[in-house]
């Protein structure tokens, strides 16, 4: 199967169908790897416990950018090559990247709290991946109002491009601001700062917080295809029965 | 493990975290069985897709 194959929605449903019993699998085995090396892994010498919640912080920080990455990735599809699925794929995406934003507000509100001693703080990072939650949920909303797809993905996917000039804010608010948030520690130039004990844990849990990503992606791309399947019998049954 | 006087900070991110990934795949598996319910009503209901294939046809 080739990528022009996966442009027919029929013959990416078959994928999809083929792939997810494997994709399901290997989240869940990934999951309790992780869980089991995040629940064993040593107190940090500063932090104590609470590095623990790195281990769901982090990734969850890490795939709200990444999320909003594959939209705007889409949102060219729609607009320079009109590609069948290129809507479908970024409408999917967005309540999940929403989901994985607020935990990662809701989790770093929770780490804040003993660390910083406040759950929340105005500055850049904090601010930057607040107004990235307020756009996937712009953006959601925007689906729900237009009530004609391709319209919506149009407009859907200029809105995509625009904001993705958020991440880049996101990404580099820890150094180009004062801000009680720490730098990168993982993805710097001269290698990650964290010890192998919570490194790995850390790696492992993202990569399954990937795969559960991808996992529930084809699952609400197959569920959307569905949707504008049922849309367009609708259609055609309120022709015949006007006709 | 001990987590020490910082148990519910650390319970409260897994509990949160765990809840919310039930909810969206409850969520997603709820959608595919309500697209999957009308696309079978409306084949019963005698409108069928221009190819002639079945609308739930997924393979």
Request: proline share 4%; no cysteine.
């Amino acid at each position: 199967m080739t990528l022009t194959d996966l442009a027919n929605p029929t013959k990416f449903l078959a994928l999809t169908a083929r792939v997810l019993p494997w994709l399901v699998g290997a989240t869940i085995l990934l999951f309790l790897i992780g869980l089991y090396q995040s629940a064993t892994a040593p107190d940090d010498y500063q932090q104590g416990a609470t590095v623990k919640i790195m281990f769901i912080h982090v990734p969850n920080a890490w795939l709200s950018m990444l999320v909003w990455a594959v939209m705007s990735a889409a949102a060219l599809g729609t607009l320079v090559w009109r590609h069948p699925l290129a809507d479908v794929a970024a409408k999917a995406a967005a309540p999940i990247g929403a989901a994985f934003t607020f935990l990662a507000l809701l989790t770093g509100s929770l780490w804040g709290r003993p660390m910083w001693g406040t759950y929340w703080e105005w500055d850049a990072r904090l601010t930057s991946v607040l107004i990235l939650f307020l756009m996937y949920l712009g953006l959601m909303a925007l689906w729900r109002a237009v009530e004609d797809p391709s319209r919506a993905a149009r407009a859907a996917a200029v809105l995509t491009l625009v904001g993705a000039i958020n991440l880049p804010i996101i990404k580099f608010s820890v150094d180009w601001w004062n801000t009680l948030h720490q730098p990168a520690s993982v993805f710097r130039m001269g290698g990650s700062t964290l010890d192998r004990a919570f490194l790995i844990p850390l790696l492992v849990m993202a990569l399954a917080f990937t795969l559960l990503f991808v996992t529930l992606h084809l699952a609400a791309m197959r569920n959307e295809i569905l949707r504008r399947r049922v849309r367009s019998l609708q259609m055609m049954q309120a022709s015949q029965k006007a006709a | 493990m001990s987590l020490g006087s910082y148990t519910s900070f650390i319970l409260a991110s897994y509990l949160a975290a765990a809840l919310v990934v039930a909810i969206l795949i409850g969520w997603i598996a709820l959608d595919y069985r309500n697209q999957k319910r009308h696309l079978r009503g409306l084949e019963e209901s005698g409108v069928s897709r221009r190819s002639g294939r079945s609308a739930t046809e997924i393979k």
